[in-house]
């Protein structure tokens, strides 16, 4: 079974660009999620799709960062402009689940996003 | 914000030593999963443990849950040089996690 496809694995930019991560989620999977992890923390939320509908968007900074997940399948996420403190790995996840049933979640491999 | 919180921050042991994890939450759970990461094979999960258990084995690891204390606890017996990671608690609400800051374990040949 192929796993959490990402791309591009590494990106660096200048502060006020924009860029763009995309996610394909394991064949099935009704959710998926974009996490931020900054160098030392662990991974934050950033937004929950249940098929192509958002169920969680809270700590996404809506000013700047933007998600969309079309047909249900791949999704993509957005940053525009970044800021320094984008500096981190997106990391994209993948669940069976759906309600709130808790199933385990399958990551990919992330993006190391450097911002100059 | 972060709810889980693993301690120690660090631990580095001799191969064939068991390392322990504690994690402490504050607010009520479903469940908690616990997870592994390394530069190898990026962010892994390794158990689920519903809020009415209270303990549950996976090969060479045994997690337990005491709701009452709001903590959790991760054992890996008979440690190996591949189990060099960071190891995170996350607190599940129904499908969604909120990750702590995490344990770096070091494991010495």
């Known amino acids: 079974e192929a796993g959490v496809a990402q791309s591009p694995r590494y990106k660096i930019i200048e502060k006020r660009q924009s860029v763009a991560f995309w996610c394909n989620p394991i064949?099935?999977?009704?959710?998926l999620y974009w996490y931020q992890q900054i160098l030392g923390q662990g991974p934050k939320l950033l937004i929950q799709f249940q098929n192509n509908g958002v169920v969680d968007d809270s700590q996404l900074p809506k000013d700047r960062f933007s998600a969309e997940r079309l047909k249900g399948v791949d999704s993509t996420l957005k940053i525009q402009p970044a800021k320094l403190e984008d500096s981190a790995v997106y990391l994209c996840a993948s669940s069976p689940g759906t309600g709130r049933r808790s199933y385990e979640q399958y990551f990919g491999p992330g993006t190391r996003l450097t911002v100059t | 914000s972060q709810q889980g919180e693993e301690d120690p921050q660090a631990l580095s042991i001799q191969e064939g030593e068991n390392a322990t994890m504690n994690c402490s939450y504050k607010?009520?759970?479903?469940?908690l999963q616990w997870y592994r990461q390394n530069s190898g094979r990026g962010l892994v999960h390794l158990i689920l443990i519903r809020s009415n258990e209270r303990e549950k084995h996976s090969g060479r690891l045994r997690v337990t849950l005491d709701t009452s204390k709001k903590s959790s606890s991760l054992l890996i017996t008979a440690s190996r040089a591949a189990d060099t990671a960071s190891y995170f608690c996350?607190?599940?609400?129904?499908?969604?996690?909120?990750f702590g800051a995490g344990t770096i374990l070091r494991v010495k040949s």
């Open positions: 607010t009520s759970i479903n469940n």
């Open positions: 064949s099935g999977h009704a959710t």
């Open positions: 996350a607190t599940d609400k129904g499908n969604k996690l909120v």
